[in-house]
């Protein structure tokens, strides 16, 4: 394969220049570009990403750590990352970190050594210290730090509409599935639910419930039997809405005529289940981007506008809810 | 931070010595070893990876090429991936190829500069020359080509067993959603529906249909219309069962008491639907470790006894067929 030495001379510049060209810093006069590019294409040279990383500290790798990629709201975050991500030339190291702090500092510590040039993390490890480091992090559904700049959904005012919508279509005794204790989204949702219901002539149960399929239906089980008359499910996730619904349909109740569920997340899985999920949709895709795009913007070294991203949540009206 | 001279000084071996050490080539004794162990650790020392990667022209990336990992199938088999590789000190860079044979050459070339040490392609390019590569690759869940290690599943015997469970529940008019033509994990499905069925007194149907929710929703209305007779399906993806599950529903189909549903892959969402789905349950996260396992042993210089794995499916009966 050619080297960088044969594209500096079949170009007629120096090897300076190409390494100049090759990392996008200092001068290179249009001339010489014009050179460059055509001895590159003509030796079918690939530029030799590891050594530019020695000399330039700086990778087009992207660390990307999620709690867990099978969670349905994961894999179109990661979709839009890796989009985004590829059309800068940069690639994206899938982590899975378990909500694992020890799990997350392996990683971390794993891709610095990989002069990595940063991460997008979608994490609930509030002090950890392991991201006291030195390349540039973006936080992405849930805020890591005040110094870390965040992209998160309007947690507070999508939950609150979700719950109005509930109490417009006439549910009187409502459950907030509200998620684990502790989880940003999931405490920000249920400040939301208590905007829509305090003050209101109307029952509430607020029940915490994991974000996962089986242990939510269990919950759904529980509070169905020993809250007969519940007549609306406010969950904090689609795939506890999922489970709640999957449940009570079992149990031989009627959704949506003799109870109503609404969602929070817009993922895919919604428009699968019959029928289908009335939810409160965040713009998964669009998150991704753009954290993806404010990353690379660090990177590059350019200024962020905008520290803190909040994406405003959409109410999606389907099939689980009566209608005003 | 310390580097590796300091590493050597503060164990009493030579730089050379703990060169060894750290890319575990050539001889070092006990008593060497544990004494750069104890260096390493006193110093903090990390050592670098990508100079380590320069000179041993290996890193512990792997490239995981899936179509879409929107797709409920590809999480959780890059779930596994990411396990195993993370538990052999290794990294997933994920990269979502939409069945684009460009975009797949593209990463391949991007990470081939980076002296990727091996790829896991989940990848549909029979003849694709950008496989012709110099690193490791073995294919996931479809064939590449008969030099490159292989782990699948026993599609046609799966899908012989799935076709087989309608006809013994009854079902004498049958449709089989058989995916997109040309596919190989696809094509092996319509042969073990063929295989059920020929020679047997019912009604069969072929038709195409992608591995997409709506396309399949489309699909299944048209053939639903088109023969209301039908009372069997065989789906060769879950996703297009859960569809044709949704839109029978929708119609005033009663599943399973007048139709009854099996589809192929075992994701999770299967379990979401009402009724749940009675599907050939691929053992996915089995097919992720094992190619894993595969990878680093063939990266790590060490034979493969065995070249292609073929797993088999399982028939998990659930709520969309009647029992036998």
Known sequence: MANIKEVAKNAGVSVATVSRFLNKKGYVSETAKENIEMAIAELNYRPNHVARSLSTKQSNLIGLIVPDITNPF???????????????????????SDENPEKEEQYI????????????????????????????????DRAIHPSIPTV????????????????DCGATNIVCMRGPVGLGPADDRLKGFLQATEGKDIQTHIIESPFYFEPSEKVAEKFLKEFPEVDGIFASSDTSAI?????????????????????FDGVQMGKMVSPSLTTVAQD???MGAYATKMLIKMI???????KNINISAELVVRGTTRGE
């Open 300 to 306: 590059e070294g350019q200024e962020l506008l905008e």
């Open 243 to 263: 489970a709640a619904l999957k449940m009570a349909q079992a149990m031989g109740r009627d959704v949506p005529n003799d109870l109503q569920i609404v969602g």
């Open 152 to 167: 998160t959904t309007d947690n507070v005012e999508g939950a609150r509409i979700g719950t109005q919508y509930l109490l």
């Open 109 to 140: 510590n794993m891709l610095t050594q990989k002069y990595i040039a940063g991460f997008i993390v979608s994490s609930n490890q509030l002090t950890s210290p392991h991201y006291d480091i030195d390349v540039p992090i973006v936080a992405l």
């Open 284 to 286: 998964i895709y669009e």
């Open 74 to 96: 994961f894999p179109e975050l990661a979709r839009a990352v890796e989009d985004i991500a590829l059309s800068f030339d940069y690639t994206v190291v899938l982590c899975n």
